[in-house]
């Protein structure tokens, strides 16, 4: 049975990340401790091949994959947007502590709309709409493999909404220019909107951190979903 592999990675930090600012629209270049980073890791680990490539539309997302990738002609998924941030956007939080409505948000566990940005369902729906037009788009094409460069906040709602095993955004957070590798079966995505996330990402990286639990629960949740037919044994790469 075909199945479909998306590599998910992590942004490096902008200049404004590292300041500590809201950086959802706004456009702010690597840093150049970002840039020289990730071509350290690139040097060291081995990041995956792919067929087809895909950035949230920033210039943090799209260099992150030129750097990792750089004969690719990414295409941008303008839904993959990270949060629009609204007034907050650009700001740190203590330029922000005296304004009562960012404490209400801030105590609202940062769920609701900010003033003239988007509240956080909204921002769920748009992204999972844009990434089942990704998913929809590689089967019609046949393309088996692909990476998609994202933000932070993407990829933990992304692996949240589809991910086996299921756990929440905040449990799937991984370090910048690392990622997950998800397949995607077909049936089992049309039939019940999921996706196995089998390894982390880069490869030969001998982490010993929480991730590699979910990676581990992953595969067992799979191996339930796949059983022992034709749909591939989930320990394999595609």
Not at 50 to 70: E, G, M, N, Q
Request: hydrophobic share 40%.
């Amino acid at each position: 049975m075909k199945s479909y592999v998306i590599h998910l990675i992590r942004n490096m930090p902008c200049e404004g990340n590292l300041e500590g600012r809201y950086i959802g629209r706004t456009e702010s270049p690597l840093a150049l401790e970002s840039i020289a980073q990730l071509a350290r890791r690139k040097r060291q680990y081995q990041y995956p091949a792919a067929a087809a490539f895909y950035a949230s539309p920033s210039t943090r997302c799209v260099d992150t994959l030129k750097i990792l990738y750089p004969q690719a002609d990414p295409e941008v998924v303008l839904e993959l947007a990270e949060c629009d941030f609204g007034e907050w956007e650009n700001k740190t939080a203590q330029e922000l502590q005296n304004d009562p409505r960012f404490a209400a948000w801030m105590a609202g566990g940062g769920t609701a709309a900010p003033p003239g940005g988007e509240s956080g369902a909204v921002f769920v729906q748009r992204v999972c709409q844009g990434f089942e037009l990704l998913v929809k788009n590689l089967m019609a094409q046949g393309q088996t493999s692909a990476v998609l460069v994202t933000t932070a906040g993407v990829m933990g709602s992304l692996l949240e909404a589809y991910g086996l095993p299921q756990a929440p955004a905040h449990q799937w957070m991984c370090q910048p220019g690392c990622g997950y590798s998800v397949r995607i079966t077909p049936g089992l995505w049309m039939r019940s909107g999921v996706m196995e996330v089998f390894a982390q990402l880069p490869g030969g990286e001998d982490r010993e951190s929480p991730d590699h639990l979910v990676v581990d629960l992953a595969r067992e949740a799979a191996q339930r979903a796949y059983g022992s037919g034709d749909g591939g044994s989930p320990e394999t790469e595609a």
